[in-house]
């Protein structure tokens, strides 16, 4: 069975700060992805990013970044120079060969001005 | 390209009252997906179509949810009769066949309050 873990319920930074959202994960496939969705307060899920299990290259987008660790099974997500606007709830998620995704319970980010 | 599109965005029905969830995926998108979010829990899994053809429905709940997608475009999910657990945000998503480019899309989801 897959799992995924966001130990932080809720974050809360100033403006500015840069902030890291914790992802672990537990799975038996060999090949497997790791993604990111943010959930504004509008409510829709929008993809960030996917990794594959094969590529451990941590990434950099903008302001994001992120760190795949296959010896910790970590798949950690940092944002820096935090805005206000990244105020969201943040999931971490996990597909293998079964097609669906498996998500974490969600990190609240709230960036106070 | 439009997104993935759900409609209605909110439903309010009563206990035992039937609802039909309607999903249109982003065009050329043979996997279908629903998932729903049960306050204050996880988003789970509820079943996969590969065009029009369930794929794998190890997620639904029971019975009384009913998921179609005739054509393999649109996909309906019917709730008959909708119980109070039933109220959640139902989210569908849509990706390419290809495992290699197999990102999910999310609608905006349809938020389903039963009373």
């Known amino acids: 069975a897959q799992k995924v873990t966001q130990a932080q319920t809720e974050i809360s930074v100033v403006e500015k700060e840069d902030v890291t959202l914790d992802c672990v994960y537990e799975t038996r496939d060999t090949t497997y992805y790791l993604f990111w969705y943010k959930q504004p307060p509008s409510g829709e899920l929008v993809f960030l990013i996917r990794r594959n299990s094969f590529d451990e290259q941590n990434e950099i987008s903008g302001r994001y970044s992120w760190n795949f660790q296959k010896s910790t099974s970590s798949f950690n997500f940092t944002i820096t120079a935090s805005q206000v606007v990244d105020s969201a709830v943040y999931f971490c998620a996990l597909s293998g060969k079964a097609r669906q995704l498996t998500f974490g319970s969600g990190t609240q980010l709230t960036v106070l001005p | 390209e439009a997104g993935v599109t759900q409609f209605p965005s909110h439903s309010v029905i009563e206990k035992g009252q039937t609802v039909t969830l309607r999903c249109d995926p982003i065009?050329?998108?043979?996997?279908l997906y629903w998932y729903r979010r049960v306050m204050g829990k996880e988003i789970k899994f509820l079943l996969h179509?590969?065009?029009?053809?369930?794929?794998?429905e190890s997620g639904m709940p029971n019975n009384r949810f009913l998921a179609e997608r005739t054509g393999g475009t649109y996909s309906t999910l019917k709730v008959q009769p909708a119980e109070l657990e039933d109220s959640g945000v139902y989210f569908c998503a849509s990706s390419q066949l290809d495992l290699r480019t197999d990102t999910q899309y999310f609608g905006p989801g349809t938020r389903l309050t039963v009373l």
């Open positions: 179509f590969v065009k029009e053809s369930k794929q794998d």
């Open positions: 065009s050329g998108h043979d996997n």
